[in-house]
């Protein structure tokens, strides 16, 4: 019997595409050509000579750089599907970029409008939220979680382990359901 989960979703890399982004202006900016494959475990900061390193960390705080993210390839159906199945909230650590908010918000609006404002969280410490499951990109999250943690693969977690991987959205959908099923 599956039962209806609370799910907690992070919006960069795991449903907004922020790291292609991030190349694409700096590849035209200095007219270079890292992708994301030259970052296995490491941040585009980490890879770029240090006279360019302020520009790239700078790069997020930029008015409107998070209002025209594309969505992540399966995310948004994935996300359809859940919002049938379960109770998903949106959980953004945007308080590291608190010029992001209404991007963000608006981002959802137009994207994933099934989600209402109420379920979208911004916050830096995600080990408060009250869930089952939590889909992240970055597992420090998952730090003090009471419910499950899905380490949504990207570039620059490729060296973290022990927590359950999911490489997409299909392998996402397939670890949550497997979990409704044994609660």
């Not at 991030?22 to 006279?51: K, S, T």
């Not at 996300?79 to 918000?105: Q, W």
């Not at 977690?157 to 409704?180: D, T």
Request: glycine share 8%; charged share 20%.
């Amino acid at each position: 019997m599956n039962k209806r989960l609370r799910i907690a979703v992070d919006m960069d890399e795991v449903l907004a595409d922020t790291l292609g982004k991030q190349l694409r202006l700096y590849n035209h900016h200095y007219a270079d050509r890292i992708n994301a494959e030259d970052l296995h475990g490491i941040e585009l900061a980490d890879i770029v000579p240090p006279d360019r390193q302020p520009w790239v960390l700078q790069m997020l705080h930029a008015p409107g750089y998070f209002a025209d993210l594309e969505p992540m390839p399966g995310g948004l159906e994935a996300m359809g599907r859940l919002c049938t199945a379960h109770d998903v909230y949106i959980a953004s650590a945007a308080t590291e970029f608190p010029g992001s908010f209404n991007d963000k918000l608006n981002w959802l609006e137009r994207y994933l409008p099934q989600i209402p404002r109420q379920r979208i969280i911004f916050c830096g410490e995600k080990s408060v939220l009250n869930v089952d499951i939590l889909v992240d990109d970055t597992p420090q999250h998952f730090q003090g979680l009471r419910g499950l943690g899905l380490l949504f693969d990207a570039p620059h977690n490729r060296h973290q382990h022990g927590h359950l991987r999911v490489h997409n959205w299909l392998e996402a959908e397939a670890a949550i359901a497997k979990h409704s099923a044994g609660h």
